[in-house]
């Protein structure tokens, strides 16, 4: 049986929506290999259970396999895409999101059942464009929660290892700053302390389109 399917090559052509039925249907510790590879082909390929259990096994794995390299891939932060005729932008300066954004951000960005949620913080319709530097509009709370959904998942993992990389900058600052002062910490104090304080509002996003 000649197979029809079409497999993501790379992280952007599954969306975040996707990925996050597929973190909900595949979350139990106990689901084995074959039920999760199923899944992989009804969320990211369309393809129904009942049509997958006629394609050889070697094809299914294969095909699960190639999501999975999609999975493990780590984007760099993009600052700016575009959905249908809205281009929106990451926000250009960290530092300048306001109390009510930030609580918000540290709210949703833990649990990603709500990361579209989190992405509407971070994205916003680009409103102005000057010299390769642009500006978004205001936050407006759930106005783009849904389109959100649709987002490429590349750009969803390219935000948090872009704040895993600020974590890690504080770290080190904080270390060196201790050990001048002959007061050790472990690395596990320290990132316990970072994920108690919650997202790093610091950084300039603007280097990557």
């Keep these: 049986m000649e197979l029809k399917v079409v497999v993501p090559s790379r992280m952007e052509e599954i969306t975040l929506e996707q990925y996050q039925r597929f973190l909900n249907e595949c979350s139990d510790e106990k689901i084995k290999e074959d039920a999760i590879a199923l899944k992989m082909l ?33 984007p760099p932060l993009i600052s700016r895409w575009k959905y249908k005729d809205l281009e929106l932008g990451f926000i250009p300066k960290l530092d300048d999101m306001t109390f009510g954004e930030y609580v918000d951000l540290d709210t949703y960005i833990v649990d ?18 000057f010299k390769g530097s642009y500006e978004v509009e205001e936050y407006k709370g759930d106005a ?23 974590e890690k900058d ?4 904080m270390r060196n700053s201790l050990s001048k002062k002959e007061s050790p910490i472990s690395q596990e104090k320290l990132t316990s302390i970072l994920n108690t304080a919650g997202i790093i509002p610091s950084g300039d996003s603007q280097e990557k389109t």
């Design 112 to 129: 990603w059942d709500q990361m579209h949620k989190a992405m509407a913080v971070l994205y916003r319709p680009v409103k102005q464009q």
């Design 42 to 74: 009804e969320i990211f390929c369309g393809v129904p259970p009942a049509k997958a259990y006629s394609y050889r096994m070697s094809d299914v794995f294969k095909i699960s396999d190639q999501i999975n390299k999609c999975l493990n891939e780590k």
């Design 170 to 173: 504080l770290i080190k600052v």
């Design 144 to 166: 783009y929660h849904d389109l959100m959904k649709s987002m490429p998942l590349s750009l969803v993992m390219g935000c948090m290892l872009f704040f895993w990389n600020l």
